[in-house]
């Protein structure tokens, strides 16, 4: 293997501001912003979308469709449906 070609591989807080949960995952990712977490400081960087706030993951998706466009749809033309 080549020396110092590699990115630096350190753990990273990761914050999900949808629902303010905090992940420490390992990752290349540099940011000159830090945050203290259980004691310890690592690097910090703050997301929108994470496992604990995507619709796939939480099942918020499921509601959205009964309340969203694909369900007036089936109320308006779910008769016309061929069997």
Do not use: W
């Amino acid at each position: 293997m080549k020396e110092n070609i590699h990115p630096n591989y350190q753990k990273v807080v990761f914050h999900d501001t949808a629902e303010d949960v905090y992940f420490v995952i390992g990752s290349t990712l540099q940011t000159d912003r830090t945050i203290e977490h259980e004691g310890k400081i690592y690097p910090y960087l703050p997301i929108d979308v994470s496992s604990a706030s995507h619709p796939q993951y939480t099942g918020k998706q499921r509601a959205a469709k009964q309340e969203g466009q694909i369900a007036k749809f089936n109320n308006r033309f779910g008769s016309l449906r061929s069997k």
